[in-house]
């Protein structure tokens, strides 16, 4: 399983450094990047990621502050990794219950040692495969890979299945934005997809085409980054043959 990783630090170089280092991970996915506490915090909200690196240098503070915030949002907080070029802030972050410190600048063997222990200890649980569409007395299993994409309808949601139907659920599409597994990106304020079944992105035209698919969905500005990471993931394992 994959672990989807933040990165909130103000100093581009340093995140670059990061990101460089964590790219031979292949089970860690960055989803994006804040440059203070309060894009922090909404990310987190956000994106829900499983890990956050937090570059401690000169917002400690407001860091701290804002961990201490994230306990009334949201009932388990994601893996902290505090870095630093001191260990000034070493002693908060123990007390912040952060995984672990780095000291800067990076060291390859120290990150590689942390992020093994934090596999270990932390292991991803398998997600459930089998979502339950609850309508009054009526309960529809379907299998979340069979799902090709789901579409909003005014406060009902229609869920588009591979073998071309239909499934009609009386929940809002936010709803199920929250409950379906890591493979299913909003891209859109009337669609979610299925990772799986997207074999285009089209920034030009701003839509993404569905393997086997006539059909072309549009995506939005306000989920533009939601496409990008998607873009990401779908490009890791790919063979790159870009003109």
């Not at 956000?46 to 407001?62: C, Y």
């Not at 701290?64 to 870095?83: N, T």
């Not at 409950?179 to 891209?187: S, T």
Request: charged content about 25%; some cysteine.
């Amino acid at each position: 399983m994959d672990y989807k990783y933040l990165i909130i630090d103000s100093d581009a170089t340093s995140k670059l450094q990061l990101m460089h280092y964590l790219e031979e991970h292949d089970d860690f996915d960055f989803i994006g990047l804040s440059k203070n506490s309060g894009e922090g915090l909404n990310a987190i909200l956000k994106f829900t990621p499983d890990i956050v690196f937090i570059n401690l240098n000169e917002q400690a503070l407001d860091y701290f502050q804002m961990i201490s915030e994230l306990h009334q949002y949201i009932q388990e907080l994601p893996i902290l990794i505090g870095v630093s070029k001191s260990k000034d802030h070493a002693y908060q972050a123990i007390k912040c219950n952060f995984f672990d410190y780095w000291l800067m600048p990076y060291n390859e063997f120290d990150i590689r040692k942390s992020l093994l222990k934090l596999k270990k200890q932390t292991p991803k649980e398998a997600e459930p495969q089998t979502l339950c569409l609850q309508s009054y007395r009526d309960y529809h299993y379907v299998d979340t890979d069979d799902i090709l994409y789901l579409q909003a309808d005014n406060n009902a949601t229609d869920f588009v299945m591979t073998d071309g139907s239909r499934i009609n659920a009386y929940k809002t599409l936010k709803t199920f934005e929250q409950q379906l597994p890591n493979n299913f990106v909003r891209v859109h304020q009337s669609y979610i997809l299925n990772t799986k079944y997207v074999a285009r992105i089209n920034y030009g035209k701003a839509i993404c085409s569905l393997k086997g698919q006539k059909l072309q969905l549009p995506f939005s500005k306000t989920y533009k980054e939601n496409v990008d990471g998607l873009k990401k993931i779908l490009s890791k394992n790919t063979i790159s043959a870009m003109n």
